[in-house]
């Protein structure tokens, strides 16, 4: 896949907090080498997050946001602190632009170390600033941490900030895989992907991509068939394929007619793990024994898509659990980045597959669920679950 086309899923984000005027917009535009920001003297010129993709020499394909400054005044102001807040949630690097007075440049530090976000601090304007040097080791000082100097405008220590960036990556970006250690070179794979309404006419959904891009990299075999052709699929096929990666809501259809030696997983159960805490997911479903008619359930899709007929969360799940647990069960169902802060009142979390995401974003969610005590699991898992088959699928 040309790098262009990386999803913003699968694209390193890197995220500019500071103070207004502090010149994170600038900046961005320093490290990219394109006017991809607006910039203004007037303070607050960015009033949200802003997300420009970028291919970076070095850095590979990235999502930089540019967010409000965290020192924004009044009602409107605090709204798009809080926006700067969440952003941070998605955050795989963070550049922090200090100044003098670092008062509030030390708790964003600590909010963002406390999510465990890599953080590179910044002394920007070189150019402007006096007595850089003494200013540098005086926010060593007060953080622990030596700050970079450059400056946007004359776009001095740029090449240095990318390569701390690159020494600042999270040790485990980039090494995810989609299907794991289930096959390997040569391995024949089979794809059953019904094309419903979610998936318009001459296109694949996401997942069913990534997930052929990369069984394509490891140099597996691989054929696709929709759900009323996998018998004949599997008759032209010389031997059983090694696995079947199946859309969940079919799971149970293609479980009852695959070859007994041939693994089965859902497209869904690969993202589970590929962009969250799947053990998690399937502890989670410990409690799906304990649910009645009285329980509360929030279904989290990625998408913002406009509710279609059928539609997976919003109708097929909904309906398929209510069957099980009875018509009053409580179904709130959110879509986007619209995730409650407080989950207490939930006996249970259904997120999709996520493709929409990226990892430290979900892992953030998961993370607020485990807080709060409130077990989270995935569509598929869900799926595989009510189909009885769960303890019958690889993950």
């Given amino acids: 896949m040309n790098q262009a086309e990386t999803p913003n899923a699968n694209r390193l984000h890197i995220t500019i907090f500071g103070r207004r005027n502090s010149g ?8 990219t080498g394109q006017d991809v920001a607006i910039v203004s003297d007037t303070p607050g010129t960015t009033t949200d997050p802003v997300n420009k993709t970028m291919e970076i020499h070095g850095l590979g394909a990235c999502l930089f946001i540019d ?33 003098q007075d670092m008062t509030l440049e030390k708790e964003w530090l600590k909010r963002l170390q406390d999510k465990n976000i890599p953080v ?17 080791t005086e926010v060593e ?16 220590g740029i090449e240095q900030l990318r390569q701390t960036i690159l020494e600042k990556l999270p040790e485990d970006f980039g090494h995810h895989s989609i299907t794991g250690d289930l096959v390997s070179m040569g391995d024949v794979v089979l794809l059953v992907m019904p094309q419903d309404i979610q998936a318009p006419k001459g296109r694949l959904i996401l997942p069913q991509v990534q997930t052929l891009r990369e069984l394509l990299d490891k140099k597996c075999i691989v054929m696709s068939c929709t759900t009323d052709q996998l018998q004949p699929t599997l008759k032209a096929l010389s031997s059983s394929p090694k696995l079947i990666i199946t859309d969940s809501q079919v799971f149970k259809t293609v479980y009852e007619q695959k070859p007994a030696e041939s693994m089965l997983t859902s497209f869904s159960v690969l993202f589970a793990g590929y962009k969250g805490d799947i053990e998690y997911y399937i502890s989670s479903t410990k409690v799906l024994n304990t649910l009645t008619s009285q329980s509360h359930i929030l279904i989290a899709e990625a998408c913002t898509h ?58 953030s969610r998961i993370d607020q669920a485990k807080h709060q005590h409130v077990p989270m699991t995935n569509y598929g898992v869900v799926l595989a679950w009510l189909g009885g088959i769960l303890d019958k699928i690889e993950w």
Avoid: W
């Fill in 306 to 363: 406009a509710p279609l007929r059928e539609d997976i969360g919003r109708d097929k799940l909904p309906r398929l659990l209510r069957q099980r647990f009875g018509n009053e069960l409580h179904i709130d169902i959110v879509s986007g980045r619209d995730f409650p802060h407080n989950l207490s009142s939930y006996d249970l979390v259904i997120q999709c597959g996520a493709c929409m995401f990226n990892r430290r974003y979900v892992l």
């Fill in 120 to 136: 590179i601090l910044l002394l920007n304007k070189q150019d402007i600033l006096v007595d850089s040097n003494i200013l540098a």
């Fill in 141 to 156: 000082h007060q953080t622990g941490i030596k700050p970079l100097i450059v400056s946007a405008l004359k776009r001095t």
């Fill in 67 to 99: 967010t409000p400054g965290f020192d924004d005044e009044g009602e409107l102001g605090m709204q798009r602190v809080e926006r700067t807040l969440k952003a941070m949630e998605r955050t795989d690097v963070a550049l922090l632009i200090c100044q």
């Fill in 24 to 31: 994170k917009s600038s900046l961005i535009n320093a490290i």
